[in-house]
């Protein structure tokens, strides 16, 4: 773990964090962080809201898998419906459907 430097606490507890690791952590002034007891000494670490942390873990899992925003809504808007399928039975009857249609999964061909 690299020195970084030295921070002076104050009667109430309040210290400051030296400008430039506050720049390279991307920490402004209103930052919160965890503080975890090390034995003799003090971890903080810059805490990063969960709603965040699962936002982009839910934008990394749709990119790896494929699906869009439009496909999840459609996904819950069955679900609500009752009418929706697992996973692996919807994609198949979608692909299905675009080789009956010879077109997009989204058409029925009576649109021609």
Known sequence: ??????????????????????????????AILSVYEMGRGILLVPDEPVIDRLGGEVKDIMEREGVTLEDLLASLAEDRRGDAEPGPIAARRAIEADMDTGGDAGTTGDDE
Request: charged share 35%; no cysteine.
């Open 1 to 30: 773990m690299p020195y970084v430097g030295k921070v002076k606490m104050w009667k109430r507890g309040q210290m400051t964090l030296p400008a430039k690791l506050r720049r390279k952590l991307g920490m402004d002034g209103d």
